[in-house]
């Protein structure tokens, strides 16, 4: 089924029934992505009010056989929000549809629109004394509707979940033109199939998601945070048990440093103050948030000293301070600015059961190695079993040197990743980049039943063609 | 699509194939449901011992054209493990596929057999050291494929979630009689569409669950139980919100109790220990489960003294031993036999958003007060928005007194919620006794979309016919 490009015709058509000023030249930013890898085309550019305006807007492509590209932030990192290739679509985005809609603080719930900033979002959950737990890296530009279609995580997943953890409902324009009005605060309702974790992680191929109802969380009362070197990523994860016994859910990030990280910090960014005079081989950075009547200094302290007991940790420092606070948080922020300083012959972006972190990251080292010589940052969101395995190249060559191997180690990582039980996209999606990548490795069954379902929901193929699953 | 009976044909070319001694001779059990609304018809009973021979009893039935039951503990309230109506079915019983498959106390996850019972799931968990949260009446008999199935609630939603929360990967066999390998350890893996979201709570209508990996959290150090008298709902709502400020979210159950129940205590069941000497009108049930260092009955009591200053409370207990915790659980468990011996005019098991619960209270009382005189028993999970709205006959009548106006008030009572943003079904699911429910309350564009789910993953229609969505 060849689709038709949002051409003059189809722009013309648009504007006998919409508003004239929804309808916007192309500028580059809606062509480009993060990374750039990728370019992208637009035929028509519509910036719709309303949820109405989406829902003619998509009826409309429907009738006349025209790609819809949905988009929100533009921050995904794998090419989701941009078409390459194929007919010129239709680019709708939410970016006029940003507001809160109302805010619930008795009952922890604020209803957004889709094209709501994330950081507003959590603003507008601060002003009623509750916390939005979502955040990432790129938090001032997403927006939510994105987080939702991609499912983000960020560094507060293992206490919080991931996005799709995080909504309690949606409104959505489904591929035939029709609005569904899911916007419930229910917590409980048990009344047919899941449509609504179905639409996020889509990735805008199943429709475009207009508002949502979110789930707040209560502000902890006191935070602390700390970091603490271990012997090696097994004592790391030993920790972590030990941590929950100590402290239950309150533990809520829990990143692994590795030494290498830190090294590539001294050379790349000196201005960042590091915590330990020699970077350690493998350190943790530890947040919790406690509930009143606990200090979370003394509830640190005592994790560290049983810790140093069992021999899980040989030394630490719990911060004293806000501003020590930020210190730690800033080593662990820049790790990948410095990263991107080394140029990375590869990047991965990976996930293990927890239990297999220590074996996965000998065997990849010894994987790597029988490639050449290379330096290894592997460091990230290790409560959740998430990280960010790369690789690259020793001091004084550069990734251009190892252009040849890049894709074999990707590939040979990959592969480790899948037989571990693993996965290939932690929490950036597949997006365009990673479709070959989910053709290898995921279960034939499921992408077929998913095949299925896209071709029920969308059977003229309309919504962000070339994304998820090949069209 | 007219579908074959599961007929003596049938039955013998399962057995060319399959072992003898997975099939059985149908027992009443298998056609009867707690409540004796419904008599079932089995054509073939099936009981197999692995995934592989649930593939190649649904993949037979596809050829055929057979439809299929799939029964987990036979405990659900609405009818979707038994079929009354139609071509007589296979019935697939997972109860020889009871295996814990295996248990990961340091990523706090443990794989079972969907045929596991929950309460022996319970117990793997509290072997390790670790909490299956997911808690209800019928927790020694129901099977956690069934739990999934119909994504089953209880008493720990408030602060763990609906039995959707508590999973992290499934296997199942979809209807074309494939097995879908989706056993993932992982708590972040952003690869394409969630299939297991859409399996969770379809009541076995797009496939069977074979086998779940299902979190685990840590035990709380330290827990308490008070029962707080409250001035009305909205004081027992706000008193909620406090609980949060005080607690986070180690507040693990909020029951309303309503003391019209009380009242049927005294009468029905009056060997019941009641906490106060006379029935107080409105009182809630709480829990909490503490992190170490934190003291259970100085944080509740600390609670209390905040309500009582803020006219949230006017009278309350601290449970002081074990025994006393039991004794005012036993007050809240017992509230539904008392409720069974004086004989429902109409039950409701209904959510609402919790800020609407008080207005709804009043509302509904209004409205069945339109229809007669009755006692209203009204108490459930509040903190969950789920309250159990029951109507009963004056003393000294019976239900069969008012039969004429059963099906009245229960379509009152729906509308009224429907129009308040709830749901008529909170944590039973459809089945076939809600279908009609669905047709009426659901969102046409979910409908369709659910229709065409179906459609295209079983486009036979041979998975539980009847239940959910129309044939």
Redesign the interface.
């Known amino acids: 089924m060849t689709l038709n490009p949002a051409d003059d015709r189809f722009a013309a058509r648009l504007r006998e029934t919409l508003p004239d000023d929804i309808f916007r030249p192309v500028v580059p930013r809606y062509l480009e992505e993060p990374r750039g890898r990728y370019a992208g085309q637009v035929g028509v550019l519509a910036l719709p009010r309303d949820t109405n305006q989406v829902a003619a807007l998509v009826r409309a492509a429907g009738v006349a056989r025209v790609p819809v590209v949905p988009y929100g932030g533009g921050t995904g990192l794998v090419g989701g929000q941009v078409m390459p290739e194929g007919s010129a679509p239709l680019l709708i985005s939410l970016e006029r549809m940003a507001e809160i809609r109302a805010v619930?603080?008795?009952?922890?719930?604020l209803v957004a629109d889709a094209g709501a900033i994330l950081s507003d979002v959590q603003a507008a959950a601060r002003d009623v004394d509750r916390l939005f737990p979502l955040s990432l890296a790129s938090e001032g530009s997403a927006r939510i509707g994105g987080n939702l279609s991609?499912?983000a995580?960020g560094v507060n997943?293992?206490r919080y979940g991931?996005t799709?953890?995080l909504c309690l409902g949606l409104e959505a324009v489904?591929p035939d033109g029709?609005?569904?009005?899911?916007l419930?605060?229910?917590?409980?309702?048990?009344?047919?199939?899941?449509?609504k974790?179905?639409l996020?992680?889509?990735e805008g191929t199943?429709g475009i998601i207009t508002a949502a109802t979110l789930k707040l969380?209560?502000i902890?009362?006191g935070s602390g945070t700390a970091m603490i070197v271990v012997p090696s990523p097994k004592a790391a994860?030993?920790l972590?048990?030990l941590a929950?016994?100590?402290?239950?859910?309150?533990v809520s990030a829990f990143e692994l440093i590795d030494g290498q990280g830190l090294q590539f910090l001294t050379e790349e960014l000196p201005e960042i103050r590091q915590p330990f005079g020699t970077p350690p081989s493998w350190s943790v950075l530890i947040e919790v948030g406690?509930?009143?009547?606990?200090d979370p200094q003394t509830?640190l302290g005592d994790l560290f000293e049983a810790a140093f007991a069992q021999g899980l940790a040989s030394d630490g420092l719990i911060a004293q301070s806000e501003g020590q606070r930020g210190d730690f948080w800033s080593v662990r922020e820049h790790i990948p600015e410095a990263n991107r300083r080394v140029g990375a012959v590869s990047s991965h972006d990976v996930?293990?059961?927890?239990?297999a972190i220590p074996d996965f990251i000998q065997r990849g080292h010894a994987l790597v190695a029988g490639f050449g010589d290379f330096r290894i940052n592997c460091f990230g969101?290790l409560g959740?079993?998430?990280l960010h395995y790369n690789v690259f190249p020793l001091m004084g060559q550069t990734r251009g040197d190892h252009t040849q191997h890049a894709g074999a180690i990707q590939r040979a990582v990959h592969d480790l990743v899948h037989e571990m039980?693993?996965?290939?996209?932690?929490?950036?999606?597949?997006g365009r980049m990673?479709m070959a990548?989910?053709e290898r490795?995921?279960?034939p069954?499921?992408?077929?039943?998913?095949r299925?379902?896209?071709?029920?929901?969308d059977p003229a193929g309309i919504m962000n063609p070339g994304a998820?699953?090949r069209g």
């Open positions: 619930y603080p008795m009952e922890n719930v991609t499912n995580g997943v293992l991931n799709r953890d489904l029709r609005i569904w009005n899911g419930t605060r229910l917590r409980k309702d048990n009344t047919g199939y899941d449509l974790n179905l996020i992680g889509a199943l969380a209560p902890p009362a994860l030993d972590l048990s929950r016994d100590h402290l239950g859910e309150a406690l509930a009143a009547g606990l509830a996930s293990l059961p927890l239990g969101h959740d079993g998430n039980g693993g996965s290939f996209s932690a929490e950036h999606g597949v990673k990548e989910l490795y995921g279960d069954v499921r992408l077929d039943a998913m299925a379902i896209k071709a029920a929901l998820v699953l």
